[in-house]
């Protein structure tokens, strides 16, 4: 069965990592070292998404889905291949499940909240608008059941400590507008404007709703067949990757910054369906996502304008 070879493959993720090394090696004009920390900057997202899975068993088989459809969306995410500031947020998305996902049932984890709330921070010091997420991420502490009055403060303190440093700096520098330029409109909501996206923009985000839709149905669907662990942790991506793939339709001229929170949670459910939904139904529908990925790594190097 195709689905359960290439889900078991021990080859797979390398050979999703030559097809991702192709679509950044081929498409742009010319390489850049721009171009080469970008593509490193996303492998190590994709390592790290995989290490995830092996330290919180989020598959119940030996498979290195999860990290393997991350890279096979961001093959054709041109808009992500150079080195920028979305590759942070990519990478703290990543690295916030860590310490989040330790803290199940853990009300004393002050420094996991610390950490998890640290790196949603970091990632806010390039695109302010993430702070909106944060009662999001009080509510996934809920549901992972380690709420509490400290939790809650050591929260707080970890969404602080970048903008202490940024205090230092613009104070001693005398340039406080590197701080206070970071909130102006970060209350207000523009009307969408689609008008900045390219074709590729609405292939990518079209592709990644739709792995991360099936993922999600076949998830609930059996919700039964994983541990109350691995279920909560999988609520809590369903939870932030719904809310990130709403926040890219009502605000999608911010989507440089919003791709890869919606690409991160899409990666973790779509490989959980793609690892251990087995059926006749179920492999038709990954050799189409299969054929839908590849061919949208193949769009860019089309001879016409995208």
Known sequence: MFQKSIAQGRFTLAVVALIALVAWTVLPPDLSWRLLL??????????????????FV???????????????????AVMLHELQTAHLILLCSVVAYYPLFASYQRPHATVLSYLAFLAIGISSTVFPQLLHFVPVCWIAQIMLRTMSTRIWVASLLGIVTPYCFLFTYGYCTDQM??????????????????????????????????????GSIDFLRNIHLDKTRTRCNYYVVLLVGSLSFAWLLLQPQHALFILPLCLTNTAIMSGHFSAQSYGKVQNIVVVILTVLSLGACLLPILPFHL
């Not at 593509?39 to 997202?45: D, E, K, N, P, T």
């Not at 970071?182 to 990644?208: E, I, K, N």
């Open 177 to 214: 507008a590197v701080l206070t330029d970071r909130f102006v409109g970060l209350m207000r909501f523009d009307q969408p404007d689609y008008t900045s996206w390219t074709l590729m923009h609405f292939v990518v985000a079209s592709l990644a709703l739709l792995h991360f839709l099936i």
């Open 58 to 76: 989020l598959l119940r088989i030996n498979s290195r889905m999860i990290g393997s459809t991350l890279a096979i969306l961001l093959a054709p």
């Open 38 to 55: 970008g593509f490193l900057s996303c492998a190590v997202c994709v390592y790290l998404l995989t290490e995830l899975n092996n330290a």
